[in-house]
């Protein structure tokens, strides 16, 4: 068992993100604004810093990371690439389980990877306050912390269900000195709206980015931060493939399956991305390795939407992007895995997919926590609700393997501890928890507000 746990040195952070943009087969289709043209970056300077939206329109292979954010990132970065001997000697399968826990990092996941960053060019824009949204509270958790190392002020809004479901991650990022309110809030109009029609609704990441893009342009001194979908945020978090791809290299191994949770694709993207550039290098190694993004059957955006332009929030105040989506009003089913509740999908996962780069799959709610126990018990870490979507389909891969006897090697990102989601492990535990498979008919019923431009 020497290579259960493959550590890197320091000097060994990446010192540049890979951007997928320069190795994919189409450029990415284009946002567009309410007449159905191109939204150039000039009309999203008002939320966005400079430095960001040209990473976000960037074509470069590879996009520097300035020195202040490696700095940072040495606080937990590289983090271990693991083999999980003893989930493989439980399943009793011939395959190669290895993970990368993402779960060290200060806020206990990946989110920071892009946190960092953006923090960083906010100030570096003159910035003073940041406005956002978070699902499960890992992105509000790791911009409240960056915000807190840069001298920023963060205002988040998170999404109703995960606000009562998860007070810790509330208490954390009021530690790091956030301001968070439960969305839809009395805040801000797209919220009140909401409320005045529906004064249970439980939020949806959709509403809750209305709400903090319409603050952040409603103020000189605010700026909009994302935590997923869009390009720069992917690009941010490639350090995780990257790393990985180092780590393999190091014990002579290369992943035949790589699997990410998917909600708005980052997470995925981070550890999936690097990986595809070996594919388009034409690396023997990498020829047959399969990409595979895995969301819950309640919110199936990327195996039941349909890949079109829509809105990335709920009230329309975003660009409209090529995606997967189930449209942009559609509202998810309160799971327990917040940060995977979200309507659309990142335009480069989704072109991607549509292009038949990568794959895509769906796991029901319960089986996923079943996953997540079983992990715990073999491996010791207790998994975030959204990282168990990918260790049920390792799982599932790993038990295929068993029965056919091939000896693949499985890699998927552990992207988050659960010790602040307790108390949906303890629902599961109560059998208070249940599958929801998303009715094709209110999916098409959402499908029918789409805006009616591109195409």
């Known amino acids: 068992m ?13 010192t540049h993100w890979y951007n997928v943009v320069s190795d994919m087969p189409n450029p990415p289709s284009p946002p567009l604004g309410p007449d159905g043209n191109p939204v150039g970056p000039e009309k999203m300077l008002a939320i966005f810093p400079g430095a960001l939206l040209e990473q976000e329109m960037s074509a470069e292979r590879w996009i520097p990371i300035p020195e202040p954010v490696r700095e ?74 960056a915000g807190n190392m840069f001298g920023l002020d963060v205002r988040v809004y998170m999404v109703k269900v995960s606000y009562d479901q998860k007070p810790f991650r509330r208490s954390m990022m009021q530690t790091w000195g956030a301001e968070v309110f439960a969305s839809p809030s009395n805040m801000t109009n797209t919220g009140r709206a909401i409320l005045a029609k529906d004064p249970n609704n439980e939020g949806s990441l959709g509403i809750a980015i209305s709400e903090a893009v319409e603050e952040a342009a409603t103020r000189p001194d605010t700026n909009y931060a994302l935590g997923s979908v869009l390009n720069h945020v992917c690009l941010h978090q490639t350090v ?69 332009y829509d809105f990335g929030d709920a009230s329309g105040f975003t660009p409209m992007m090529k995606m997967y989506t189930l449209g942009h009003d559609f509202m998810p089913p309160g799971i327990h895995a917040g940060g995977l509740r979200y309507h659309g999908d990142s335009p480069l996962v989704s072109q991607l997919l549509h292009e038949g780069l990568i794959e895509a799959i769906a796991v029901p709610q319960v089986a996923t926590f079943a996953a997540g126990v079983q992990f715990s018990k073999a491996e010791g870490i207790i998994p975030a ?28 990102n552990l992207s988050g ?39």
């Open 385 to 412: 609700p959204e990282s168990n979507h990918a260790i049920r389909a390792v799982i599932d891969e790993a038990l295929r393997c068993k029965e056919t006897g091939e000896a693949k090697t499985l890699f998927f």
């Open 2 to 14: 020497a290579d259960m746990r493959i550590q890197l040195e320091e000097k060994d952070i990446p």
């Open 72 to 145: 940072i990132y040495r606080l937990w970065r590289p983090t271990p690439l693991c083999r999980a001997w003893r989930l493989e000697q439980m399943l009793g399968t011939p395959a190669k389980i290895y993970y990368k826990y993402e779960g060290v990092s200060p806020a206990g996941s990946h989110k920071v990877n892009t946190s960092v960053p953006q923090a960083y060019f906010n100030k570096q824009a003159g910035i003073k306050r940041i406005s956002t949204e978070t699902g499960a509270g890992q992105w509000g958790s790791s911009m409240a912390l």
């Open 240 to 308: 995780i493939g990257l790393e990985a791809k180092k780590q393999f290299a190091k014990i002579n191994e290369y992943p035949d399956i790589v699997f990410g949770c998917c909600g708005g694709g980052s997470n995925f993207a981070g550890v999936a991305f690097p990986f595809l550039a070996d594919k388009a290098a034409g690396d023997a190694k990498a020829k047959n390795t399969r990409l595979v993004a895995v969301e819950p059957t309640s919110c199936p955006t990327l195996t039941k939407g349909i890949y079109t």
């Open 417 to 455: 501890h659960g010790h602040f989601d307790m108390a949906s492990y303890d629902r599961y535990f109560a059998g208070k928890l249940e599958d929801y498979e998303y009715p094709r008919a209110a999916i098409e019923e959402s499908l029918a507000h789409l805006p009616k431009v591109g195409g």
